[in-house]
């Protein structure tokens, strides 16, 4: 056999390998993995003031994937940051949600916004969710500043 030849099949194998290994990668997240972020009542609606308000959320990795790690924070309506979660190791398996509570409280939108970190093959991949819910006011008359920029619902 040619030395080309043999060039030529060794670099066609070389393809091959790295493209079945992108595939392989892409097909390990094809059931739409990410993280959900939601409240007792949906994103979007309507509390009392100092209501509890129920945050729930759920990371989902169609790979074998045995922890995630998490930082959930709460936006308030007067511009305070509340860091309710910050970089913290969760177990994540099917059907697994975690919960926090929250006062509602003071009145106005409030913000939600989550990132959940994996690590797949030695790269980390991060996700990212929000939700918002409105404080002693109603919702309906809001106009949106911005859209959701992950649904994985």
């Keep these: 056999m040619e030395k080309k030849t043999v ?5 066609i194998l070389i393809f091959i390998s790295v493209f ?3 595939f392989y990668l892409i097909s390990e997240f094809s059931e739409n993995p990410g993280v959900n972020l939601w409240v007792d009542k949906g994103c979007g ?5 100092r209501e509890r ?3 729930w ?13 998490v930082t959930l ?21 099917k059907n697994t949600f975690f919960m926090h509570e929250v006062q509602a409280t003071p009145r106005g939108r409030h913000d939600l916004e989550i990132f959940a970190t994996v690590v797949v093959n030695g790269e980390e991949i991060t996700f990212t969710n929000t939700c918002h819910f409105f404080v002693g006011e109603s ?6 500043p911005f859209t959701m920029f992950a649904d994985f619902s």
Aim: aromatic share 12%; glycine share 4%; hydrophobic share 40%.
């Design 20 to 22: 079945l290994t992108g």
């Design 73 to 93: 924070i709460h936006y308030t309506s007067d511009g305070k940051e509340y860091y309710m979660m910050e970089k913290r190791t969760v177990p994540i398996n």
């Design 45 to 49: 609606e309507n509390y009392a003031v």
């Design 7 to 11: 060039i030529r099949i060794v670099r």
């Design 139 to 144: 919702s309906v008359f809001y106009l949106e």
């Design 53 to 55: 308000v129920k945050i």
């Design 57 to 69: 959320f759920e990371v989902i990795t169609p790979v074998s994937v045995s922890d995630a790690t």
